[in-house]
């Protein structure tokens, strides 16, 4: 068993940053890739941004490349998204997903395990 914690979401103006951050606990060694997605009101779960447990390739969405930045610590058993020029459009739920088997990135059925979430408001 994996559990993941996300913190760091709150309520910004357009333009602004937060930093989310997920601790994973548990089975850590068997994560092979982390990955971060969001679900806004009425809408489906998206991939956000992943990075493999080991480091390497980094992954975004288009509409979030360039403005948001993934990154872990393994010491800290902790991935972090950094979150900088804010739109309204990205205001959501943001969860983190462990991927065991590494079988993709930015599909949200190939992650086995999901944080609670934590909500990201972004007014204009």
């Known amino acids: 068993q994996v559990q993941l914690v996300e913190s760091g979401g709150g309520s910004v103006q357009a333009g602004g940053s937060l930093r989310l951050s997920c601790a994973a606990s548990?089975?850590?060694?068997?994560?092979?890739?982390m990955g971060w997605f969001r679900q806004a009101p009425g809408k489906e779960r998206e991939f956000v941004s992943a990075?493999?447990?080991?480091?390497?390739?980094?992954y975004y969405s288009d509409s979030v490349r360039g403005r948001f930045t993934i990154s872990r610590d393994n010491a800290k058993k902790t991935v972090y998204l950094q979150m900088n020029s804010l739109k309204p459009e990205d205001t959501a739920v943001y969860y983190c997903?462990?991927?065991?088997?590494?079988?993709?990135?930015?599909?949200?059925?190939?992650?086995?395990?999901w944080g609670q979430g934590t909500q990201v408001t972004v007014s204009s």
């Open positions: 990075v493999p447990w080991s480091g390497g390739n980094t």
């Open positions: 548990g089975r850590t060694f068997s994560i092979y890739a």
């Open positions: 997903a462990a991927d065991l088997y590494g079988l993709g990135t930015d599909s949200k059925d190939d992650y086995e395990y």
